[in-house]
């Protein structure tokens, strides 16, 4: 069974930092790509970033990119998105999700993704 956890989250005023964690098991960790989404209040869900199984492949949303910084510990099988600079527009609740498949790539669509955690709400305050 595939466990999906985030952890981080809190308020921060603008301007400042945040690292989300997000741990995953039931799976062989290292194998995997993993996903960032996240979803403002009366806003579709939108992909953020992604780390590849190969955690020098990383992608970013255009509106993250140079701020945000996705890296991997595989011995802990825990992803993080390090959030800098945050704006009041990053206020969100922020979703970590797996891919069904070990070595595929998911790209930025929702529906590449089979396992999601239960989110972790970001405040950033103006």
Known sequence: QVQVVESGG???QAGGSLRLSCRVSG??????ALGWFRQAPGKDREFVALILW???NTDYAHSVRGRFT????NAKNTVYPQMNSLQHEDTAIYYCAV???EHYYPG????DYGYWGQGTQVTVSS
């Open 10 to 12: 809190g308020l921060v």
């Open 27 to 32: 799976r062989t960790f290292s194998n995997y």
């Open 108 to 111: 930025r669509r929702l529906d």
């Open 54 to 56: 190969v955690a020098e």
């Open 99 to 101: 891919p069904d498949r």
């Open 70 to 73: 996705i890296s991997r510990d």
